[in-house]
């Protein structure tokens, strides 16, 4: 008898236990990747071939599984191309400002306006096409939807820096966002190529690429940008470039995306696994082993499998705290001090922004594997939950220090700050966590794309909305002085408070319920 994820029990034969393991049997948990290893036995039960391997007990193919090691040369390539959404996406947002008022000629106070709905533009259109990406990639396969998906990127970033008007900006932005294959496949293909062992370091790598694209975006759309006003001894006489300003910002981002598609198709493996197909001569077999659905499952089939929903609005609230931090802090850095803010330099502001870069990959690269391993994601993220009030809280303390204007209070600021960012920075574990927990409550190793897309579909549209509705609350807060102009903290503090009680409800460990037996 087993276990099955939904709590139910099951009697079957030893047959049917071993050929549908990985599908239902709940052999993943919380430290483990979801994939059901192992080599599927044939339904004539001849094991003997080449492409099938010995029966094996649930408790061998764990064993089997833990001793495969992290295919390191599989990974690398992969968190490659996982850096392309983000750099395309941050790469526009040192320059979208002044390309269009370039482009439209329209007035200062408008100028916000189409910044914001282009910016946004590529994230809700992500929403729109997930779905569609995840459910082909679980139908096609991973490979072809992440090489195609890449080479649509490119393209669409290289004619955006030669958009001529603010509706060419908004096509082409649009386009780049429809080509959102790219981050669910990725994902998806970690996890299959992940153990027990090893998904906690895969993952870490995977949240490490995508900070490095979201750093290395806006350094290259700044610094390429008119390269005919800033580098006029190399391309001063170039009429092209004059022409099209903001072209050479846009190639670039693009070329890296169109290296990332060549090395995808020529070196990344296919990762979904094709299941047996059972021929004429098997009908006693079909018989008796009704066919597995969980790949025909609705979205909304899909949404009320156990442990889903739950898990899907928890990633949620963790990205709408993620989003909302990344958007204000840079603001709150540069508000005056008497308004709420920090007064920092430009400068101050870059060497900040690098410390708080270096402490995530830190806690990311060095503290969450061995940490995961220990406590299991539900427990990373309890963790992170309990910590995020006072991290958030510590942003207006360090503002007290200053309003005090001593030198005491100063000095004290400049410490204060530092270790607080540093340490502060732990949270962001949880978002790598919670990528493991989705992967975890997966019906079954053949909907995980979908499922993937269906969480990414909504982080995409938090990611449009929140950033603009954060700084505007940060901006009304200063400019009312509303609790000293730090409302905004308080009111974030009060919300990741509320993770903690939703981190309470997530399910528990697969492991726990696979693992009893009679």
């Not at 779905?131 to 679980?138: E, I, K, P, Q, Y």
């Not at 970033?157 to 509706?167: H, K, P, W, Y």
């Not at 906690?200 to 790598?205: E, G, I, K, N, T």
């Not at 197909?277 to 909304?300: F, L, N, R, Y």
Request: proline share 6%.
């Amino acid at each position: 008898m087993v276990v099955t994820s939904s709590g139910s029990t099951r009697h079957h034969s030893g047959r049917e236990s071993a050929t549908r393991l990985g599908d239902e049997s709940g052999l993943v948990n919380e430290t483990t990747s979801l994939l059901g290893p192992g080599k599927a036995v044939p339904p004539d039960g001849n094991n003997s071939g080449p492409e099938y391997g010995a029966t094996q007990s649930d408790e061998d193919v764990i064993k089997n599984d833990e001793g495969k090691p992290l295919p390191l040369r599989q990974i690398f390539f992969l968190c490659y191309a996982r850096a392309i959404e983000p750099l395309a996406f941050f790469s526009i947002f040192p320059y979208v400002s002044q390309m269009v008022q370039d482009n439209g000629n329209v007035s200062d106070t408008d100028v916000g306006f189409y910044s914001g709905v282009i910016e946004s533009l590529f994230s809700l259109t992500q929403a729109v096409v997930m779905l569609f990406w995840g459910r082909l990639a679980d139908r096609i396969g991973r490979k072809p939807v992440l090489v195609f998906s890449l080479i649509g990127v490119t393209v669409a970033t290289s004619l955006f820096g030669m958009a001529r008007s603010i509706d060419q900006m908004i096509l082409f932005r649009c386009i780049a966002g429809v080509f959102a294959g790219t981050i669910v496949t990725i994902r998806t293909m970690i996890a299959e190529h992940s153990t027990p062992s090893t998904q906690a370091r895969a993952f870490s790598w995977f949240a490490f690429s995508g900070n490095l694209g979201i750093f290395l975006g806006p350094l290259l759309g700044g610094a390429l940008v008119d390269p005919v006003r800033q580098f006029p001894s190399i391309f001063g006489d170039n009429q092209f470039f004059h022409n099209y300003p903001y072209a050479l910002s846009s190639f670039v981002v693009a070329l890296v995306g169109a290296t990332a598609a060549l090395t995808s198709a020529l070196f990344v493996e296919e990762t979904l696994k094709k299941e047996p197909v059972i021929t004429a001569g098997d009908d006693e077999v079909a018989e008796s082993q009704p066919p597995v659905k969980h790949h025909d499952m609705s979205t909304w089939e899909l949404i009320k499998a156990p442990g889903v929903g739950i898990v899907i609005y928890t990633y949620g609230h963790i990205m709408v705290l993620a989003f909302a931090y990344t958007a204000i802090v840079p603001v709150f850095w540069s508000t005056p001090v008497h308004l709420g803010g920090y007064g920092f330099t430009p400068m101050q502001n870059s060497l900040l922004m690098g410390m708080n870069g270096a402490a995530q990959a830190a806690w990311l690269l060095l503290i969450f594997p061995p940490l995961q391993k220990r406590i299991g994601s539900n427990g990373v993220i309890r963790l992170c939950a309990a910590a995020y009030p006072a991290f958030l809280l510590s942003c207006p303390l360090g503002n007290v220090l200053l309003r005090a204007g001593t030198t005491a209070s100063t000095n004290i600021f400049w410490i204060f700050v530092p270790i607080s960012l540093v340490i502060g920075c732990g949270v962001s574990m949880s978002f790598t966590a919670i990528q493991l927990v989705v992967n975890d409550v997966s019906p079954s190793p053949k909907v995980l794309g979908t499922l993937n897309a269906l969480a990414l579909t909504g982080i995409s549209v938090l990611r449009a909305l929140t950033p603009a509705l954060s700084t505007s609350l940060f901006a009304i807060g200063a400019r009312t002085q509303l609790v000293g102009g730090h409302a905004i903290w308080i009111l974030l503090a009060l919300f990741s408070s509320g993770l903690s009680l939703v981190v309470k409800h997530l399910p528990a460990p697969k492991k726990d319920s696979s693992s009893s037996r009679t």
